[in-house]
């Protein structure tokens, strides 16, 4: 992926239309059917798998595991990757190692896939949805700071939210289909509110800032590398075909949020789909 710099801007309006005429342009109806985000599997990929099987290093750990850590940590510059079962895994990971405890709140788009939900739960605290910008389907610097202005409360180098009592221990920005968050301004807003940063870069392999790859703006990063990933391992989910905004499922019906404007435009153009489930129908339409 190319820096945030260079990602086009989607007007406020007709945000469907314009993503299904850029779809088009590169996706042609009468040359499909186009595979969504099949995997390639080729060169010494078998050879590899075979050599997994015969040492019988299967798990977590052996010389492959190693060897895929320190690629990791070279391709995106971080001083050190540790491998885990999947992309949620590490997510919860990175939250503990950095302190949320049961009880907090933590700050995540609704515009996201529900692991990110998920791995806050985990660790018994609560997702805090807060709303997303067009531009990069981040979460929105200008909507966040306005909305923690309204609730929030720093005592020290704590944030407490007013309403709640909660503390909103984290900041969790989501680098959604790989396009990267505004982390900049993000950045100076957890400065200012105590934030501790934790980013969901699952989709954003190989996507930088400025020349800093994804994942390397807060205290730690995840990515993924399920099959629908830049890079797969293998790995697996269960998934909804059709997936909403994280606030409407019931299961966080009753979490704390922001105002979600732009998520819900975004629902109810049918786009709020980070597999791509249902596009094709959109397309269809």
Request: with cysteine.
């Amino acid at each position: 992926m190319s820096d945030r710099a260079a990602v086009p801007a989607m007007p406020d309006t007709n945000i469907a239309g314009c993503v299904l005429e850029r779809m088009n342009e590169v996706l042609p109806r009468d040359a499909g059917p186009h595979p969504l985000h099949a995997p390639t599997i080729n060169g010494n990929a078998w050879a590899y798998v075979k050599d997994c099987l015969d040492t019988g290093w299967v798990s977590s750990v052996g010389g492959w595991v190693d060897r895929f850590e320190d690629m990791l940590a070279e391709i995106t510059g971080a001083r050190h990757a540790v491998a885990t079962v999947n992309g949620t895994a590490a997510l919860h990971a990175a939250l503990l190692s950095v302190g949320v405890e049961p009880g907090d709140e933590v700050l995540l788009p609704s515009f996201t896939f529900v692991a990110t939900a998920n791995a806050v739960a985990y660790c018994g605290a609560t997702p805090h949805f807060v709303d997303c910008e067009t531009d990069s389907l981040g979460i929105d610097p200008v909507a966040l700071a306005a909305h923690l202005d309204a609730i929030g409360e720093v005592h020290g180098e704590t944030l407490i939210n007013r309403k709640t009592g909660a503390i909103i221990r984290a900041l969790v920005p989501v680098h959604c289909y790989g396009h990267p968050a505004n982390m900049s301004a993000l950045a100076d807003i957890a400065t200012r509110f105590g934030l501790t940063v934790v980013e969901d870069a699952a989709e954003s392999l190989g996507s930088t800032i400025g020349g800093t790859h994804t994942g390397r703006f807060g205290r730690a990063g995840a990515f993924s590398f399920n099959g629908n990933k830049t890079i797969t391992t293998g790995g697996g989910y269960a998934s909804r075909p059709f997936w909403a905004p994280l606030h409407r499922m019931p299961m966080y019906a009753h979490a704390p949020r922001a105002a979600l404007e732009t998520t819900e435009r975004l629902a109810a153009c049918g786009l709020t789909l980070p597999s791509g489930a249902g596009l094709a129908g959109e397309i269809d339409r």
